[in-house]
Structure formats: C-alpha cells, structure tokens
C-alpha cells in the first residue's frame, strides 16, 4: 500500500520545527526551563508625558523558584490617543530606561555610544516618530535577567535554577543569550496584563547580541506577532557555515557564557553543525521577519545574514507568502521582501533612524497599527 506523503507545511508544523527547536537548544543556545517557577506582576509607576502625548509605565515580572526570586523591570511609552490597545516594540537595551525621555540607542556598549545620529541632535525625535505612528516601546535591562559576564552562572537567572549544590553545567544547558530570550518572554506576559497593550502585535526586536536573544526568542516564543534582527550576525542571522566576520571559534572565546558548552565543539567545524542561522530565521514562520545589515559592518557578515533571510524564504512558501525571491544583494538603502523583509543600509554596526523606519513600515503592512 502506497504510503500517503504529507505536504511540507504539515510536516512542518507537526514535526519538522519542534525537531529544529531541539537542535538549537541542544547544540547552540541551550534548553531554558518550562516549568519550576512561578510568576506575579506589579505596576510600578505611570506618568503622563503631555508634550509627547505619551504615557510612561513601568512594569515589574517577579520570577521565584525554590531557590530565590529575581525581579525583572519592563519600561514601557505609549500614545495616549490611539482608541485602542496598542501594538508595541519590544526588546533589551532599546533606550536608557534611567531616564524619563531616553535616547533610543545601545547604554550598553558604554562610552562608544553607538547612538543614532537623529537622537544625538533631538533625543527624543524617535520616540516621538515611533509613538506618532501609533506603536508603543518597551525595553527591559539585559543585567537584571542575567549579567553579560562569565561568572560561571552563578547570578541572574541561572541562580534560580541551578544551585552549586547541583550538578555541573550540562553542555545542553541553557547561556546567557537563552536567558535573555526568556527574560523577553517574561516581559511578554506582564505586557499582556495591560488592557492599553494589543498583546497580540507585540514585536520582538534586538540589535547586535541583543537581535541574537530576539530571534531566538522570537523562535520559541509564537506569541510574537514578529521578529526583527538588527546587525546581529554570528550566532544570530550570519550563516555560520561561511566563516566570515566573526566566527564561532572568535565568539565563544570572547563570550563563553552566551551559548550552551556543546556550541563550543563546534568552532572550525561549522560544517559539523546539524542547523545553522537561516534555520532559526525560518523559526519565525508564518510570522513576518525582517533581517538588517549595514554595509561597514563586516564582522556581522551582511551577505550572511542576507542568505539566512533568503533561505528561510522556503519555509514561508509552505504557507504560500512570500520572502525573498532571489539570492542577489539588493540595493544599498532598500527594503525589499515581503513576509521576509531585508535592507542593507550604508553605515557601521549601530540601529539608526533609518533602520527604525523600515520597521515602522515593515510593521504597518503587517500589523495595521
């Protein structure tokens, strides 16, 4: 008796992707807990900014286990005016959240500054543009779910669920980029206690290792209504296999405690890895993603992260939309895609306000704001 073939978004669906998810967390980020803790949520503050039509809150996820309790902050504008809940934009370290007008950009690298330029002359220009387009934002601070350093996973949230007193770091468990994903997660559900928040258009975005924790949360987490990748290169939307830019040997010897121990088998022997990048793109589906570049940011291999773009393409032609429809480079300074969306910008590896409005765009045609 002839065998009856499912078609390829069956498959994918009841079991292609979960056996994706398996080998990311297996061999690269790491297996993050399902269960094992619980959860409240408290609001903090709210504060009406009148001269940008905008609210100001701020949001607290409290995550306790049997071993203690970690709170993690959630800072969060919205417009005022909008009639409805809002979709909003949601990742780490999108502005200072100390400040009660931030300047969108990355506090993180410290005094390089890596602003965009727009926020640099008028600091709250970007805020204003993204809220004057009906979204809101919303970040919460990388250090408080887990700190950006090789201690050995002691503090943070690996501290929570995993004890000195247990047995050693497993290969398969979860690194600092794991947890972050989670983290974003976490701030998912406090969002989703908002009745001003469409919990249902809620976008994940990162910039450089923080796109890293935003695709993968994005791929683990199909509450996100999309996923946007910005310059995030190797171990984020950079095509491993090609060894160009950083590499995975360069990243885990500078950033041991980003990914699970079994990752660092891997450096030299790309071609060794059972996934690779355009796979975790493809994650996202049916969901729009959208990958960016910029051209002076070679590390982060732009033609890389491009072809992670294009090959996940095949994916989104399951549920018959479109991606991308070529392996060419496109144009500097040009959005093309659809449900897959790419840009190469001209400049070096920041998030700026042209990166801003193509997402903006990107999320218009999506979303419907």
Not at 162 to 168: F, M, T
Request: glycine share 8%; net charge neutral.
């Amino acid at each position: 008796m002839k065998q009856k073939v499912s078609d390829p978004k069956t498959v994918w669906e009841t079991h292609r992707r979960a056996e994706i998810v398996s080998l990311f967390e297996n061999h690269i980020y790491g297996k993050a807990p399902d269960d094992g803790f619980q959860l409240a949520f408290e609001r903090l503050e709210e504060k009406v900014l009148e001269h940008l039509n905008a609210r100001r809150l701020r949001l607290a996820t409290h995550v306790k286990t049997r071993l203690g309790q970690l709170t993690i902050k959630t800072t969060l504008f919205l417009p005022i005016e909008k009639g409805k809940p809002s979709p909003v934009f949601l990742g780490m370290h999108l502005f200072d959240s100390s400040r009660e007008i931030p300047v969108i950009g990355q506090p993180w690298i410290g005094p390089r500054g890596q602003f965009p330029e727009l926020a640099k002359k008028e600091p709250e220009a970007l805020l204003k543009m993204i809220l004057d387009r009906g979204y809101g934002l919303a970040t919460i601070d990388a250090n408080e779910v887990d700190p950006d350093e090789h201690d050995g996973f002691k503090n943070g949230l690996h501290a929570l669920f995993h004890s000195e007193k247990d047995a050693p770091h497993e290969k398969g468990d979860w690194g600092t980029l794991g947890a972050w994903a989670w983290g974003l997660s976490r701030s998912l559900d406090a969002l989703k206690t908002l009745e001003v928040v469409d919990a249902r258009r809620v976008i994940v975005i990162g910039h450089s290792r923080m796109g890293k924790a935003a695709l993968w949360a994005g791929a683990k987490d199909e509450r996100f209504a999309m996923v946007i990748s910005n310059n995030s290169g190797c171990g984020g939307a950079a095509i491993s296999r090609r060894m160009k830019g950083e590499t995975v040997t360069h990243i885990n010897r500078v950033f041991p405690h980003w990914f699970c121990r079994s990752f660092h088998a891997y450096g030299n022997r790309e071609n060794q890895l059972p996934v690779d990048q355009h796979m975790l793109v493809a994650l996202s589906a049916p969901r729009p993603v959208y990958i960016a570049s910029a051209e002076k940011d070679t590390w982060a291999d732009p033609f890389g992260e491009f072809l992670s773009a294009y090959y996940a393409s095949e994916v989104y032609r399951y549920y018959k939309i479109e991606g991308l429809d070529k392996d060419v480079r496109p144009v500097l300074n040009q959005s093309v895609g659809d449900h897959v969306g790419y840009h190469l910008r001209t400049g070096r590896h920041d998030i700026t306000a042209f990166d801003w409005l193509k997402y903006l765009e990107f999320a218009d045609r999506h979303l419907e704001p």
